[in-house]
């Protein structure tokens, strides 16, 4: 996937809407952006297959030597998925943070919180803000 097919959340989680087996799923990661301000990965909590969330819930955190930091949904689901093989293999959220980098699928409940996010561009000048403030 490349940035431009993903929505962002202000929080730094990206989004990819795709049907899957006739229903919609959300895959959810991590920025680069973010990877990048975290640098050293030393650990990641997947959130629970199962589990119901709702945009803004804490569902997940990675640390790194500079701080620990939640992961939030940014949609209303179901975890139905976990990338299984992150947390003994953070170098990929680095390497590859969207594409084998994803962290959950969601299956969506509700579609009203995609427009609470933001396209690739908008994404962008937040960061960049951030980083001239920061």
Not at 26 to 39: D, K, N, P, R, V
Not at 47 to 71: M, N, Q
Request: glycine share 8%.
């Amino acid at each position: 996937m490349k940035p431009d097919e993903l929505l962002f959340a202000e929080t730094h989680e990206w989004v990819h809407v795709a049907q899957e087996g006739g229903e919609k799923m959300a895959t959810i990661g991590i920025s680069e952006f973010a990877l990048a301000q975290l640098t050293d990965l030393v650990y990641l909590e997947l959130p629970e297959i199962g589990r119901t969330v709702a945009a803004g819930d804490e569902f997940g955190v990675v640390e790194s030597v500079k701080a620990v930091s939640p992961l939030y949904s940014p949609v209303n689901g179901e975890v139905v998925a976990v990338n299984a093989a992150l947390p003994d293999h953070l170098e990929i959220l680095s390497e590859s943070p969207y594409e084998r980098g994803w962290i959950a699928k969601v299956r969506l409940t509700d579609e009203a919180c995609l427009s609470k996010l933001l396209d690739v561009v908008t994404y962008q000048k937040q960061c960049a803000c951030a980083g001239e403030n920061g």
